[in-house]
């Protein structure tokens, strides 16, 4: 970055905890890294921004009084000192060197007590020092600086920008360190989880239950993603190929099947997965996204099939009509009635206007009523839109844990293209939360999926991360 460089079941009361310990360190260190790495620059309030002001109006009468007080100005650049100092490098002793020199302290007081403080030229030094060790993307910000001819300012726009560069080197550390961490958490995990089976051998009954079900489900239901030892690889079956080509029953395609399951599972089920109760809320997260991106897609196709090719082929009104669609459903779970009937309300009027707008044909009083009567059917579970919508949604998480997300993208099933972003996003957050549990309990899944598996057929001795 630098220019220098549960189951209620379990008789164990300690997995619990084990549980709940083990989720924060992964919620830490290990799964939500990405949150840190984030600069999250929020607005500063009323109150702060008062006094921050007041700050530097004082300093400003300091150096302009006769003679000048640089009290203030000292304190600022013994700060601006250690900033640079923490954002050297361990290798960069001339630097550290160089800047204990220019910024020496005990001398700077003496310059002052003699009203000989040179603030600007200090200014400008610490100025040379910042397009040094800033990243490429500050250079613009340092660079507006040295325009600046006031003292004043010219210290608070190198405090604002030291405090980004500070975020770059945070950001920079939790990066390289992230590999490390994750590996950290996953060898934690996986040694707690270790101890509790050492004391209850049957630790694992609902895990082998779990795995067991999904590979009856495959038998009785072919995959419909194949499972490719170079599955990341640029060529290969998309996953409309692949659902007229399923491959060999394998300990990959198993796993799959299993994590899939428990999107349509109850989650408070006695009998949930041990290796995956860290995961419990997560899981709840994401099947009630997919729930929501099921009716949202649905009533999205219904919608075009009454509008035709010239609103939808508009991505403003499309992204309006999911804007509209998705605060409207956020009541849906509870009051699915209630909320589809709002929905076909708006989204009916929506299209009327649209066309109207564009000097179009508007819906006539009988495709109104009929395009709000689909809709409003949406909220039955055995609706054959959503259905359709619900099965290929599944399909192309399938695929994302196969093929990746990426390419599961290039061969979207049909009525999906309209929410193609929050599918990848869905995707994504399902492949991380899969990827990491295979990590970290792949070597149980292996055992148990070798019990499962006939030789005939494994592709695979061991589970390998999506």
């Known amino acids: 970055m630098t220019r220098g460089g549960g189951g209620g079941v379990l008789s164990v009361t300690g997995l619990t905890e084990t549980v709940n310990e083990?989720?924060?360190?992964s919620n830490k260190i290990g799964m939500n890294c990405d949150y840190y790495m984030e600069e999250k620059v929020l607005p500063p309030s009323k109150v702060k921004e008062t006094v921050h002001n007041a700050f530097w109006d004082h300093l400003k009468e300091q150096l302009s009084a006769t003679p000048p007080d640089f009290s203030c100005a000292l304190e600022l650049l013994k700060e601006i000192k250690e900033i640079l100092l923490s954002l050297l490098l361990p290798r960069q002793n001339r630097l550290r060197i160089e800047i204990e020199e220019a910024l020496d302290m005990d001398l700077l007081k003496q310059e002052a007590e003699h009203g000989a403080l040179k603030v600007l030229y200090l200014s400008k030094y610490v100025l040379n020092m910042m397009a040094l060790l800033c990243a490429p993307v500050r250079d613009e910000a340092v660079q507006k600086l040295e325009n600046i001819t006031d003292p004043v300012w010219l210290l608070r726009g190198i405090f604002q920008v030291l405090g980004r560069m500070k975020m770059d080197m945070v950001n920079y550390t939790i990066q390289s360190l992230q590999p490390h961490l994750q590996e950290h958490s996953i060898q934690y995990e996986r040694a707690k989880f270790q101890e509790l089976l050492n004391k209850q051998p049957s630790l694992l009954n609902h895990t082998t239950k779990w795995l067991t079900q999904a590979a009856a489900d495959l038998t009785m239901s072919p995959p419909t993603c194949p499972d490719t030892s170079d599955s990341s690889s640029v060529a290969g079956p998309s996953p409309n190929e692949a659902a007229n080509n399923p491959e060999p029953l394998s300990p990959t395609m198993v796993l799959c099947q299993g994590f899939l399951n428990l999107l349509l599972w109850d989650l408070e089920n006695e009998e949930f997965p041990e290796t995956l109760l860290m995961d419990r809320t997560r899981l709840q997260e994401l099947k009630s996204q997919l729930h929501h991106l099921t009716v949202m897609a649905s009533v999205l196709l219904v919608a075009s099939s009454f509008s035709g090719s010239v609103l939808f082929g508009s991505p403003q009104f499309v992204d309006k009509l999911k804007r509209i669609t998705k605060s409207l459903l956020e009541d849906f779970h509870s009051r699915p009635e209630e909320a589809i009937l709002t929905v076909s309300e708006q989204v009916s009027q929506e299209i009327h206007q649209s066309l109207k707008n564009m000097g179009l044909v508007a819906l006539s009083s009988d495709n109104t009523a009929s395009l709000m009567g689909q809709l409003q059917n949406i909220a039955?579970?055995?609706n054959c839109v959503r259905s359709v919508i619900d099965q290929r949604i599944h399909l192309f998480l399938?695929?994302?844990?196969?093929?990746?997300?990426?390419?599961?993208l290039l061969d979207l099933p049909g009525g999906l293209a309209l929410i193609e972003a929050e599918l990848a996003e869905l995707g994504q957050k399902f492949v991380n939360l899969t990827h990491h549990n295979q990590q970290v309990f792949?070597?149980?899944?292996?055992?148990?999926?070798?019990?499962?598996?006939?030789?005939?057929?494994?592709?695979?001795?061991?589970?390998?991360?999506?």
């Open 380 to 382: 039955k579970k055995e």
């Open 442 to 466: 792949g070597p149980y899944y292996t055992e148990i999926l070798k019990t499962l598996i006939s030789p005939a057929q494994a592709l695979e001795t061991k589970v390998e991360s999506v």
């Open 22 to 25: 083990v989720s924060k360190l």
């Open 398 to 408: 399938k695929c994302c844990l196969v093929l990746g997300v990426q390419r599961s």
